[in-house]
């Protein structure tokens, strides 16, 4: 990366997610897609061809990676092949954002960041909630203790996933389950305005498959709140999220991860404030100017999205998949 240029963005695996966040790229300042990767170049071509005539493709990701075409990588492989993919990365010299779920298991996270800072090389989870406008302001609002002291969080998220054995929501090869998924969220938001439990029960519904369809858990916090939270594949959820506080309570409304508004409501007057907050595209160029920022200050490691929280969430992670009894093969 040459002091004053555009920051040249290489992408990992051309899924669903990748395309999201190469759309992106175009609200980001001084940065861009430089380069695609795939193990197969046709796929890479014709993701590509959505983003002009420059970027460039590759068939491998060591070839991209070894190209010299690129400063950043961002890796949008399942779940279950993050740990290999950051690792190929940060040894090849590259500075990584790695999408969420960060890895498959504390194991995995803690040789992600030990190697990125034996290399002394930038390393962060593209939890990408939490750059986004609304939670600013859902900072805003709790410090100003308009809803008073917080007693229950409640958060979900489910969609409708058709049951198919051999798709990566239900395939424990690819790392499946509504958890890891889509479960992160509400996890994230509980971590985010609580802090990590002090009790947490799990229990969960299993896919004939053996990951998890749907999956409910009871948190207690040392504050003396609690907190609710739910996923599933079953069915279409309000995927919203309520802070209740003994003043008032807040809605981020559906859906709440990536929310355009905020209603407050205080319970003496009954009186509710609209809060809209700014989505530029699909939301995900806030956590990549992030990046930027982080890389053009020779900083490796995110603030905001920091490799203790990552560690934390997926501690998490680990102790609600003990225990709903979910395992994967790869681990």
Same mark, same amino acid.
């Given at each position: 990366?040459?002091?004053?240029?555009?920051?040249?963005?290489?992408?990992?695996?051309?899924? *669903?997610?990748?395309?999201?966040?190469?759309?992106?790229?175009?609200?980001?300042?001084?940065?861009?897609?430089?380069?695609?990767?795939?193990?197969?170049?046709?796929? $890479?071509?014709?993701? $590509?061809?959505?983003?002009?005539?420059?970027?460039? +493709?590759?068939?491998?990701?060591?070839?991209?990676?070894?190209?010299?075409?690129?400063?950043?990588?961002?890796?949008?492989?399942?779940?279950?092949?993050?740990?290999?993919?950051?690792?190929? +990365?940060?040894?090849?010299?590259?500075?990584?954002? +790695?999408?969420?779920?960060? $890895?498959?298991?504390?194991?995995?996270?803690?040789?992600?960041?030990?190697?990125?800072?034996?290399?002394?090389?930038?390393?962060?989870?593209?939890?990408?909630?939490?750059?986004?406008?609304?939670?600013?302001?859902?900072?805003?609002?709790?410090?100003?203790?308009?809803?008073?002291?917080?007693?229950?969080?409640?958060?979900?998220?489910?969609?409708?996933?058709?049951?198919?054995?051999?798709?990566?929501?239900?395939?424990?090869?690819?790392?499946?389950?509504?958890?890891?998924?889509?479960?992160?969220?509400?996890?994230?938001?509980?971590?985010?305005?609580?802090?990590?439990?002090?009790?947490?029960?799990?229990?969960?519904?299993?896919?004939?498959?053996?990951?998890?369809?749907?999956?409910?858990?009871?948190?207690?916090?040392?504050?003396?709140?609690?907190?609710?939270?739910?996923?599933?594949?079953?069915?279409?959820?309000?995927?919203?999220?309520?802070?209740?506080?003994?003043? *008032?309570?807040?809605?981020?409304?559906?859906?709440?991860?990536?929310?355009?508004?905020?209603?407050?409501?205080?319970?003496?007057?009954?009186?509710?404030?609209?809060?809209?907050?700014?989505?530029?595209?699909?939301?995900?160029?806030?956590? $990549?100017?992030?990046?930027?920022?982080?890389?053009?200050?020779?900083?490796?490691?995110?603030?905001?999205?920091?490799?203790?929280?990552?560690?934390?969430?997926?501690?998490?992670?680990?102790?609600?998949?003990?225990?709903? *009894?979910?395992?994967?093969?790869?681990?």
């Amino acid at each position: 990366m040459k002091n004053g240029a555009p920051i040249r963005w290489g992408i990992v695996a051309c899924g *669903g997610i990748a395309r999201k966040f190469a759309d992106d790229l175009a609200f980001v300042k001084d940065g861009y897609l430089a380069a695609v990767s795939s193990r197969d170049i046709s796929r $890479a071509q014709e993701f $590509a061809s959505h983003y002009g005539p420059n970027v460039k +493709c590759f068939g491998s990701y060591e070839s991209m990676l070894s190209s010299g075409e690129i400063d950043v990588v961002y890796i949008a492989s399942p779940h279950g092949l993050h740990h290999e993919h950051t690792l190929l +990365c940060l040894n090849a010299g590259l500075p990584v954002l +790695c999408e969420k779920a960060f $890895a498959i298991n504390s194991k995995q996270v803690a040789e992600m960041i030990k190697t990125a800072r034996d290399k002394k090389i930038f390393l962060m989870e593209a939890l990408w909630t939490r750059f986004h406008p609304s939670i600013v302001k859902l900072q805003e609002i709790l410090a100003s203790g308009v809803i008073g002291d917080i007693v229950h969080l409640a958060a979900d998220f489910g969609f409708h996933a058709p049951y198919d054995p051999e798709a990566r929501w239900f395939n424990p090869a690819l790392t499946g389950g509504s958890l890891l998924d889509i479960g992160i969220y509400p996890l994230f938001i509980s971590k985010f305005v609580l802090g990590n439990p002090l009790e947490m029960k799990a229990t969960g519904v299993m896919a004939p498959t053996g990951v998890d369809m749907n999956t409910s858990i009871a948190l207690k916090y040392s504050s003396g709140a609690t907190a609710t939270l739910f996923s599933t594949f079953a069915t279409k959820t309000d995927t919203t999220c309520e802070i209740h506080g003994t003043k *008032g309570k807040i809605h981020m409304h559906s859906r709440f991860h990536e929310t355009k508004g905020i209603t407050v409501t205080i319970h003496d007057t009954e009186e509710e404030t609209f809060y809209e907050t700014e989505r530029l595209g699909w939301g995900y160029s806030y956590e $990549a100017e992030a990046v930027q920022a982080d890389l053009r200050a020779g900083r490796t490691e995110n603030t905001l999205m920091s490799h203790q929280f990552s560690t934390e969430l997926m501690a998490l992670l680990d102790e609600i998949r003990d225990q709903i *009894g979910l395992t994967y093969p790869n681990e």
